[in-house]
C-alpha cells in the first residue's frame, strides 16, 4: 500500500507542478467569466455601434397594417440610435417582387415585407425577404409585423389592449423569403442559424485536430531518437517541411471527405442554399493558410519538447486563443458586420473560424475583407514558417529542460 501511496504522490505532484496544470486552473475560470461577462459588454459595445440604416419595403395589400408597423418600427428606432431601420410604403399596385429583388441586389434594400389584404382577419399570412440569415434580427422584425397585425385586430374586435399579453400568441403565419432570389427559403431557421457553426466547427477540427497529430509524432521520434536517424539522411528544414507538408495533405484529404459529404448531404436535404459552392471554396481558401500556421507553430514547439507534458504548458496559450471563436461564434454569426467582429478577423491564429463565420452569416462580406484577412494570413504563414525552422534546427536534437519562452526568442534570432 506504501509503494502505491508513494507512486500516486509523484504523479499527482508531477501534474499539479506542471505549468499546464497551473494555467488551467487559473486561465479557464478566467475564460468562463471573460465569456460571461466579456459577452455582455461585447453586446453592449456593438448597441452603441453605428450601422447603416437598413431601408425596407413594405406591401400592404389591406391598407390597414401599415400605421401600426411604422409605429413599431419608431419604438425599435427610438431604443437604438445607431441601428435604425427605414421603411419605404410601395402601392399594392405597384409592388413587383422582381423589382423589389432587383433593389436588395443592387443594395438599394436591406428586404421587403409584404401583408396580406386578409391577415388581419387570419385567413392569410405575410412574406418576409432578407438578404441575410441573421436569427435575432429575423425574431425582431417578425415579432414587429405580428404586433402590427394584431394591435389592427383589436381595434376591429374592440378587444382591451391590456389584454396583450394574453393575446401575443396569436399565430399569425409569416413566410420567409431570400430577398436576393425573391423565392421562399427551404431550409428551417435552426439550419440557417447553425450553418455558420457548422463550417467553423469543420475548419476548427480539420485544423487544430489534425496538426496535434504533428506534435505528437515529433514528441515521440525525439523520445525514441529516431530523428537522430532521420537527420542522418535530411537536413532538418527539409524534415520539418515534409512533415508538415504531408500533415497538410491528410488535413485537405479529411476537409475534402467532409466538404463534400455535406454539400451532397445538404443537396438531398434541399439545403443547398446554405452549403454553397462558393462557401465551401472559401473554407479551403481559409483552410490551407490557417492548417500552415498552425502545422508550423506546433511544429516549432515540438522540436523543443521532450515529454508531451512539456509541450501542453508550451500549447495552452495557442489552445487558449483558438477557442475565442467557439466562445463568440453566435454573437459574430449575428453581427458579422460588427467592428468587434471585423478585428478579430485581423488576428492570424483564429483568423480562419472567424471569417468563415462572417461569410456564412452574410453572403455580402466585403470582398476588400476577404482578400485582406487572406493577405495577413499568408504573411503569418511565412514568418511561422521561418521562425519554426529556427527553432526547430536548434531544438530537434536538445534534450534534457524544456527552453523558455525568451530562449525560443533568442533561438529565432540568432540560430
Known amino acids: 500500500m506504501d509503494k502505491i501511496t508513494a507512486v500516486a504522490r509523484r504523479e499527482f505532484l508531477a501534474t499539479v507542478r506542471t505549468k499546464a496544470f497551473l494555467l488551467t486552473v487559473v486561465m479557464m475560470p478566467a475564460i468562463m467569466l471573460g465569456a460571461i461577462y466579456g459577452t455582455k459588454w461585447v453586446q453592449e459595445l456593438t448597441r452603441k455601434e453605428k450601422l447603416p440604416t437598413r431601408h425596407l419595403a413594405v406591401v400592404d395589400q389591406g391598407g390597414v397594417v401599415f400605421t401600426d408597423l411604422s409605429r413599431e418600427f419608431d419604438n425599435y428606432n427610438a431604443d437604438r440610435a445607431n441601428q435604425q431601420f427605414a421603411l419605404e410604403r410601395i402601392p399594392p399596385a405597384e409592388a413587383d417582387t422582381e423589382k423589389l429583388t432587383a433593389r436588395v441586389q443592387d443594395g438599394e434594400l436591406y428586404g421587403y415585407m409584404i401583408v396580406s389584404a386578409d391577415a388581419v ?107 537522430e536517424v532521420l537527420l542522418s539522411a535530411l537536413s532538418p528544414t527539409q524534415l520539418m517541411a515534409g512533415k508538415i507538408l504531408g500533415t497538410v495533405l491528410v488535413g485537405f484529404l479529411l476537409i ?33 493558410p490557417g492548417f500552415l500556421l498552425m502545422a508550423s507553430l506546433l511544429a516549432g514547439i515540438g522540436a523543443s519538447c521532450n515529454e508531451l507534458k512539456e509541450a ?57 475583407q476577404i482578400v485582406t484577412t487572406l493577405a495577413v494570413l499568408w504573411v503569418s504563414v511565412f514568418l511561422a514558417i521561418w521562425a519554426a525552422g529556427k527553432v526547430f534546427r536548434v531544438g530537434v536534437l536538445m534534450y534534457g529542460k524544456p527552453p523558455s519562452l525568451k530562449e525560443l526568442v533568442r533561438w529565432v534570432w540568432h540560430s
Not at 475548419?203 to 489534425?210: A, P, Q, R, S
Not at 445538404?266 to 481558401?285: F, I, P
Not at 467592428?339 to 472567424?354: A, E, Q
Request: proline residues 6%; neutral net charge; glycine residues 8%.
Open 121 to 227: 382577419a387570419g385567413e392569410g399570412g405575410c412574406v418576409l425577404a432578407r438578404k441575410d440569415n441573421q436569427l435575432q434580427t429575423g425574431q425582431i422584425l417578425e415579432a414587429m409585423i405580428r404586433n402590427a397585425v394584431i394591435a389592427v385586430r383589436w381595434r376591429n374586435e374592440g378587444i382591451d389592449p391590456q389584454r396583450s399579453a394574453a393575446l401575443r400568441d396569436q399565430a399569425i403565419p409569416i413566410t420567409r423569403w431570400d430577398a436576393k432570389t425573391g423565392e421562399p427559403v427551404s431550409s428551417n431557421e435552426l439550419a440557417r442559424a447553425i450553418t455558420p457553426f457548422a463550417f467553423m466547427f469543420l475548419l476548427f477540427m480539420g485544423t487544430f485536430g489534425i496538426s496535434q497529430g504533428l506534435l505528437t509524432t515529433l514528441i515521440e521520434e525525439k523520445s525514441s531518437r529516431v530523428v
Open 256 to 288: 475534402t471527405v467532409w466538404g463534400s459529404v455535406g454539400f451532397w448531404s445538404a443537396q438531398g436535404l434541399n439545403l443547398g442554399d446554405l452549403v454553397t459552392g462558393y462557401r465551401l471554396l472559401l473554407a479551403l481558401l481559409y483552410f490551407v
Open 312 to 368: 501542453q504548458s508550451m500549447v495552452f496559450p495557442l489552445s487558449v486563443i483558438t477557442i475565442i471563436p467557439m466562445i463568440f461564434w453566435f454573437y459574430i454569426a449575428e453581427h458579422p458586420a460588427s467592428l468587434f467582429s471585423i478585428v478579430l478577423s485581423y488576428i492570424p491564429p483564429i483568423t480562419p473560424f472567424v471569417m468563415i463565420l462572417r461569410v456564412c452569416a452574410d453572403p455580402d462580406t466585403p470582398l476588400w
